[in-house]
């Protein structure tokens, strides 16, 4: 057990970043995490009115018909299931058990329009449609099923939870819980207000023209070529830059209404809706992007069995593929599943 997981689940490791305090510089690593594409399945199952890309994962050496415990995995804003999830679903198999992980609607391979359109609400409908799927397998224990999201996923997970009582646990990792409040606090409250009329005018001229209006989904920054992105930030941009030969179908465009949701997204005002089923936030103790005050929030908020884990971070995409920061979150994961679904 790390020194992390000794403390009480209570005690906030260091303060929280403000809007105005810059990020820790992240150190070089060695060797980011490669996905291994032979541990993964494609499949397809049927969601909200449409077909559904997936991948299964399932524990080396197991009997097609051996049941064991399932997860559903989420992952980031506008990514696909090549991307971060790879990494936890591997991890997670190694250890027992069968991983679902899939494209939201209008993402990869999963059918949807509009394309590359973002909506936690309809993703949150994604994530249900696949625990059911999973819920039919004959490899899966239906009474033994969790989900484990990231970043956006994470916040996606314990909106699942609160309204999925299939679900046996629940984890989030580095999670985005309170978007629209974390660009009130970056922009303030004049400066959220001005861009949320931005977005307002670009769709009005968008339900006038008929069309559908795109932007980069990730940038360096913001400029005069590049006035408006749904990450403009140069950790999210190096991320994707460097993992995109990894996920062919991932595009780096979004539609601008996919920027709307994030004003009115609020996983905190969901926690305490997750009781009983048991919840493990993990989040990193530095990151400048999903402030560490909202995974605090979380986890104050909830009411059931919980547990908060920092892990010493100098930023947020070490856990998306980066050791140790994905080998020591995926371990507290999986002790937190072993706990309440029992070890496979």
């Known amino acids: 057990m790390t020194a992390a997981s000794s403390r009480p689940a209570h005690v906030r490791i260091r303060p929280s970043l403000t ?3 810059p990020e820790a510089a992240a150190p070089v690593p060695d060797a980011f995490l490669r996905a291994d594409a032979s541990r993964r399945v494609p499949l397809r199952f049927q969601g909200d009115g449409a077909s559904m890309a997936g991948h299964l994962y399932r524990p080396r050496g197991a009997a097609s018909t051996e049941r064991t415990p399932g997860i559903v995995l989420c992952g980031p804003i506008g990514s696909v299931k090549e991307l971060v999830v790879p990494h936890y679903a591997e991890r997670l198999a190694d250890a027992g058990y069968t991983v679902l992980t899939f494209d939201p609607r209008g993402f990869g391979g999963s059918e949807g329009s509009p394309r590359l359109h973002h909506d936690s609400h309809r993703v949150v409908d994604d994530y249900a ?3 059911s ?4 397998r004959d490899d899966v224990d239906p009474a033994r099923v969790a989900a484990l999201g990231v970043c956006m996923g994470g916040g996606h997970a314990v909106s699942l939870g609160a309204r999925d009582k299939r679900l046996k646990a629940v984890v989030a990792i580095g999670g985005a819980y309170d978007t629209g409040g974390m660009l009130q606090k970056f922009m303030g409250v004049d400066g959220a207000a001005a861009f949320c009329r931005s977005i307002n005018d670009i769709l009005q001229q968008q339900y006038v023209n008929g069309d559908v209006r795109y932007v980069p989904a990730v940038a360096p920054g913001l400029s005069k070529e590049v006035p408006l992105a749904v990450m403009p930030n140069a950790e999210a941009h190096g991320f994707y830059t460097r993992s995109q030969a990894d996920a062919p179908t991932w595009t780096n465009l979004m539609t601008v209404a996919s920027i709307v949701s994030l004003f009115t997204y609020n996983a905190v005002a969901h926690a305490p809706l997750v ?3 048991p919840l493990m936030v993990i ?3 530095r990151d400048g992007t999903m402030l560490p005050e909202y995974a605090q929030q979380v986890f104050e908020a ?3 069995p ?3 884990v920092w892990i010493e971070t100098q930023n947020h995409v070490q856990l998306y593929d980066q ?15 072993n706990q309440h679904l029992g070890r496979p």
């Open 323 to 337: 050791e140790p920061y994905v080998d020591e979150a995926t371990a507290h994961a999986i002790r937190w599943l």
């Open 133 to 136: 799927y999973l819920l039919t």
């Open 275 to 277: 009781a009983p089923t």
């Open 302 to 304: 909830a009411v059931g």
């Open 306 to 308: 919980k547990e908060l």
């Open 283 to 285: 989040h990193g103790t």
């Open 129 to 131: 449609s696949a625990v």
């Open 19 to 21: 809007a105005a305090e």
